[in-house]
């Protein structure tokens, strides 16, 4: 597969894995205040870094490196789901379209704690669909 890079971006501070929906007796759930700003944050520093960008449509691979400054435990995963949310709608149309996902945590960063996002469009043509081999 052959790939096009499309845009990069550094989130300075410690990364925060995406939250779980919360609810209280009586109310609908609601996402935690913490990973709504940790999305914000990730936003803003895309919307900084990439002015007037239009989301892309192709399909994508996406790569994260996540600068942490202690070992306290986190799922990469999450960490990967938070930015992948937060840049629905700006960085692509919607996140389905990531079709590859590369992500790694690198501890002791200390001050340096950030996140590096890297996103690839496939430049090869979409897959076609398997033909009906089926006679009539």
Same mark, same amino acid.
């Given at each position: 597969?052959?790939?096009?890079?499309?845009?990069?971006?550094?989130?300075? =501070?410690?990364?925060?894995?995406?939250?779980?929906p919360r609810a209280?007796? =009586?109310? &609908?759930?609601? @996402?935690? *205040?913490?990973?709504?700003?940790?999305? *914000?944050?990730?936003?803003?520093?895309?919307?900084?870094?990439? !002015?007037?960008?239009? !989301?892309?449509?192709?399909?994508?691979?996406?790569?994260?490196?996540?600068? &942490?400054?202690?070992?306290?435990?986190?799922?990469?995963?999450?960490?990967? *789901?938070?930015?992948?949310?937060?840049?629905?709608? #700006?960085?692509?149309?919607?996140?389905?379209?990531?079709e590859e996902i590369?992500?790694?945590?690198?501890?002791?960063? =200390?001050?340096?704690?950030? @996140? #590096?996002?890297?996103?690839?469009?496939? @430049?090869?043509?979409?897959?076609?669909?398997?033909?009906?081999?089926?006679?009539?």
């Amino acid at each position: 597969m052959k790939f096009k890079p499309r845009a990069a971006l550094v989130v300075n =501070g410690e990364p925060i894995p995406k939250g779980r929906p919360r609810a209280k007796a =009586g109310q &609908r759930a609601f @996402t935690p *205040k913490r990973t709504v700003d940790a999305e *914000k944050r990730v936003a803003a520093a895309f919307a900084a870094t990439h !002015p007037g960008f239009a !989301p892309l449509k192709g399909r994508l691979m996406f790569i994260a490196t996540f600068y &942490r400054s202690t070992r306290h435990r986190v799922d990469t995963d999450n960490l990967v *789901k938070l930015c992948t949310d937060a840049l629905n709608g #700006i960085a692509y149309v919607d996140d389905e379209q990531i079709e590859e996902i590369h992500a790694k945590r690198i501890y002791g960063a =200390g001050e340096r704690a950030r @996140t #590096i996002i890297r996103i690839f469009e496939h @430049t090869d043509s979409p897959a076609k669909p398997a033909e009906d081999t089926e006679k009539e």
